[in-house]
């Protein structure tokens, strides 16, 4: 078992931002969290890394537990769209950065560092710091800052947003190709329907803080349950 949710429900006021959200990702794989701007993405993923606190519903990594856990309990790996590497720092400390907080052995987390810089193809890049990187550079380092410490879920808000439409391309299929290889199960989180049906088993497409559909990107684009779904994923009419 993956990421389980169980009826979860999230407010802000009286503002419910996510409404009876029940999903399953299963051990391994990668499902897009997709849906319009505004629709609860963010907010979702959030609550399962314990920064938002649910108001009702349960959260689940396997068999365990861990509705309202701090983000530091949890093994947990997390992507956002602006990378948020630090600037003085270079990408080696970067990665180094989590390890040294969880008290890894010094030899052993720099030994790590050089193996997640090569799963994400930047082992050349060590010794340089973050302005000296492309964008799609920076983010193949966040992505192996979130990997190092061998997180079982890989969180990812947006994580190409800040790419020009080349790099988009290029960057998903590797994060396809780095989660594949190393078999964490991964939920990423796009408002792009070609990102979410190039990358994942499964897509779950959602509006205002409801789930709208749960397919494979195929039967989502063949079969979809409503006009929303089939206007918001460009199915044939
Ligand atoms: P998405 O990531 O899908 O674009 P969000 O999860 O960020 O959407 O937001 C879902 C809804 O919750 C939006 O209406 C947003 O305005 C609202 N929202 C998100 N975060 C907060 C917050 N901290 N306080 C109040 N409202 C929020
Ligand atoms: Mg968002």
């Not at 299929?173 to 991964?186: C, K, L, N, S």
């Not at 990102?195 to 803080?209: F, N, P, R, V």
């Amino acid at each position: 078992m993956g990421i389980r949710l169980e009826n979860l429900v999230v407010k802000f006021g009286d503002f419910t931002a996510i409404n009876d959200l029940t999903i399953q990702i299963p051990k391994g794989k990668l499902i897009s969290l997709l849906g319009p701007s505004g629709c609860g993405k963010s907010t979702t993923l959030f609550t399962i890394c314990g920064i938002h606190k649910p108001a009702g519903g349960k959260i689940y990594f396997g068999e365990r537990e861990v509705t309202g856990l701090e983000p530091e309990k949890l093994g947990i790996g997390l992507v956002f769209q602006n990378y948020a590497l630090y600037p003085h720092m270079t990408i080696r400390e970067n990665i180094l950065f989590p390890l040294k907080n969880l008290k890894w052995d010094k030899a052993e987390a720099e030994k790590r560092v050089v193996e997640v810089a090569k799963i994400v193809k930047i082992d050349g890049l060590l010794d340089r710091k973050p302005g000296q990187l492309s964008g799609g550079q920076q983010q193949r380092v966040a992505i192996a800052r979130a990997l190092a410490k061998k997180p079982e879920n890989l969180l990812l808000d947006e994580p190409l947003s800040n790419l020009d439409t080349k790099l988009r391309v290029e960057t998903r299929q590797e994060i396809r190709r780095i989660q594949q290889e190393t078999g964490v199960t991964a939920i990423f989180v796009t408002h792009d329907q070609e990102e979410a049906m190039s990358i994942s088993d499964q897509i779950i497409l959602m509006k205002d803080g409801k789930i709208q559909q749960v397919s494979t990107p195929t039967e989502i684009y063949m079969n979809p349950c409503n006009k929303f779904v089939a206007s918001f994923i460009g199915s044939p009419a």
